[in-house]
């Protein structure tokens, strides 16, 4: 009898990254993770990071 493997079905609620996606995001989890739709500055911070284009 073979290995069991895990079939994940539920990627409505979470779904694994891409190590390359992972690797752009750092800044944006540990700099630029204010909400850009605020008032603070590190929403403003956070707005300037996102790519509109």
Do not use: L, Q
Not at 19 to 46: L, Q, W
């Amino acid at each position: 009898m073979g290995a069991k493997r895990t079939i994940y079905m539920d990627h409505s609620a979470t779904t694994f990254a891409k190590p390359e996606v992972v690797v752009v995001m750092i800044p944006c989890f540990t700099k630029h993770f204010g909400n850009p739709f605020s008032v603070y500055g590190i929403a403003r911070d956070s707005m300037k990071a996102i790519d509109w284009d």
